[in-house]
């Protein structure tokens, strides 16, 4: 009896670690995933080194044994496309000794980096208003097409604010801020009304652009939640944007990459649906039961990903050392392995290349998970992973016959995709192509 309540503590100890470790990651993130805030570290430990070195140009004593001149930064030449203005320092046209003539025998030039923050311009159209001579019919020649009708802003001048607002996260009231300083007053009201008024005339390009990424043979699916305002509810609500990729660098597809995003105020499964009617192709997609609809019409393939089963195993190694757990996420390594070496071939080869060598290991992965869930108690995290390897594996079967699939979906999850995602926050919908 007491050997049966240990081990039920043991199992909920470890279970308990599991889950603290969760959400440990979910708050903080683990090293890799926080490289922003590493990079913020080591910028103010290089502004702190800097301000306490000596200024460049002073004199070190020479004579001290602890002195040595600081390491020189190795500069880059000036891009060749920014304008030169030169400002001429001459000694004069005699020598101050002798007053003799000076002769020109060659110059040194110091090339210095300016910044001259953007100017306000006015741009007026005048219209005359004619008359003819003759029967006085008046003329007078159409305003041109603008982005706002009847609105002030010109095209550079949008392009500026929404680039700083979801291109450099800079809001509307900062921006508001900003402008005033330069005698400008645009409120943050009219900035947001300028924003929406934006997303209408880019709807068509991203309409266009989503339509390019239904095109594709194979596409990824990833969502992430947002949060939203709920006003009135005294609390913010959690939305979600999705995101469908098209990348076709694995295969040497000839397609442009590009990801199209769509924001929806709830997660149901309904709006995928909507999202990729009339789709064709496959879907590299993680096991949300909400993709399940496109899979019922038999006219998208389901592939799984490979790494959300190897996340599992990672996190129960980090939390119990599992022995297990290691050598898992060792045999998912040598499938990687093998798609390196195959990554920009064509999708016959890369379909040959894993039938001959990834499938043994994709099968014997398979068969020994299988075997250690039987060796080990079902309750376990590292059981719980097991599982749900097992379940996904059946889904992604179809990768090693088909070639322009790919082993998992982090095209959709890489960083540079998911930071076009403040684009969606001005529209039902936006995309962009990315190289």
């Known amino acids: 009896?007491?050997?049966?309540?240990?081990?039920?503590?043991?199992?909920?100890?470890?279970?308990?670690?599991?889950?603290?470790?969760?959400?440990?990651?979910?708050?903080?993130?683990?090293?890799?995933?926080?490289?922003?805030?590493?990079?913020?570290?080591?910028?103010?430990?290089?502004?702190?080194?800097?301000?306490?070195?000596?200024?460049?140009?002073?004199?070190?004593?020479?004579?001290?044994?602890?002195?040595?001149?600081?390491?020189?930064?190795?500069?880059?030449?000036?891009?060749?496309?920014?304008?030169?203005?030169?400002?001429?320092?001459?000694?004069?046209?005699?020598?101050?000794?002798?007053?003799?003539?000076l002769k020109v025998l060659g110059e040194d030039i110091t090339e210095e980096l300016e910044y001259v923050p953007g100017r306000f311009v006015v741009n007026r159209i005048k219209r005359p208003r004619m008359a003819c001579t003759c029967c006085e019919r008046m003329h007078q020649a159409p305003l041109p097409s603008r982005p706002i009708e009847k609105g002030r802003p010109g095209p550079g001048l949008l392009a500026h604010v929404l680039i700083s607002k979801y291109g450099d996260h800079l809001p509307l009231y900062r921006q508001s801020q900003i402008y005033a300083r330069e005698g400008i007053e645009l409120e943050r009201s009219t900035l947001a009304?300028?924003?929406?008024?934006?997303?209408?005339?880019?709807?068509?390009?991203?309409?266009?652009?989503?339509?390019?990424?239904?095109?594709?043979q194979a596409i990824f699916a990833d969502?992430?939640?947002?949060?939203?305002?709920?006003?009135?509810?005294?609390?913010?609500?959690?939305?979600?944007?999705?995101?469908?990729?098209?990348?076709?660098?694995?295969?040497?597809?000839?397609?442009?990459?590009?990801?199209?995003?769509?924001?929806?105020?709830?997660?149901?499964?309904e709006h995928p649906a909507d999202h990729l009617a009339g789709y064709r192709g496959f879907m590299h997609a993680d096991g949300y039961?909400?993709?399940?609809?496109?899979?019922?019409?038999?006219?998208?393939?389901?592939?799984?990903?490979?790494?959300?089963?190897?996340?599992?195993?990672?996190?129960?190694?980090?939390?119990?050392?599992?022995?297990?757990a290691q050598e898992a996420v060792e045999r998912i390594a040598r499938l990687y392995a093998i798609e390196k070496a195959i990554r920009g071939k064509?999708?016959?080869?890369?379909?040959?290349?894993?039938?001959?060598?990834?499938?043994?290991?994709?099968?014997?992965?398979?068969?020994?998970?299988?075997?250690?869930?039987?060796?080990?108690?079902?309750?376990?995290?590292?059981?719980?992973?097991?599982r749900y390897g097992l379940t996904r594996m059946k889904k992604l079967e179809t990768w090693l016959t088909h070639g322009v699939t790919e082993l998992d979906t982090d095209v959709a999850e890489q960083p540079f995709v998911q930071f076009f995602c403040g684009f969606g926050g001005f529209s039902r919908h936006a995309s962009t192509i990315f190289a």
């Open 1 to 101: 009896m007491l050997e049966r309540e240990l081990y039920n503590r043991d199992l909920l100890i470890e279970k308990l670690k599991h889950q603290l470790a969760g959400l440990r990651r979910n708050q903080f993130g683990s090293r890799s995933e926080r490289l922003d805030q590493l990079e913020m570290r080591l910028e103010d430990e290089e502004i702190a080194e800097a301000a306490e070195a000596p200024t460049v140009g002073t004199e070190v004593e020479t004579g001290s044994a602890q002195s040595h001149e600081p390491a020189k930064p190795s500069r880059k030449s000036l891009p060749d496309h920014l304008p030169r203005h030169d400002e001429i320092l001459s000694p004069g046209e005699a020598c101050l000794s002798c007053g003799g003539g």
């Open 193 to 216: 009304g300028w924003v929406g008024q934006s997303a209408r005339l880019l709807e068509p390009l991203a309409e266009a652009i989503g339509r390019h990424v239904r095109q594709g």
């Open 223 to 269: 969502d992430t939640p947002m949060k939203m305002l709920a006003p009135g509810k005294g609390r913010t609500a959690t939305a979600r944007m999705w995101a469908y990729v098209r990348d076709e660098h694995g295969w040497s597809g000839s397609a442009p990459p590009a990801a199209h995003y769509r924001f929806s105020m709830d997660r149901k499964g």
């Open 289 to 324: 039961a909400g993709f399940n609809r496109l899979y019922d019409t038999g006219q998208i393939t389901e592939v799984a990903c490979m790494a959300h089963i190897r996340r599992k195993f990672v996190d129960v190694q980090t939390v119990s050392g599992s022995a297990i």
């Open 346 to 386: 064509p999708p016959d080869e890369r379909a040959a290349v894993r039938q001959a060598r990834s499938r043994p290991v994709f099968e014997d992965l398979d068969a020994w998970l299988q075997t250690q869930l039987t060796r080990i108690s079902g309750k376990t995290p590292l059981a719980a992973a097991i």
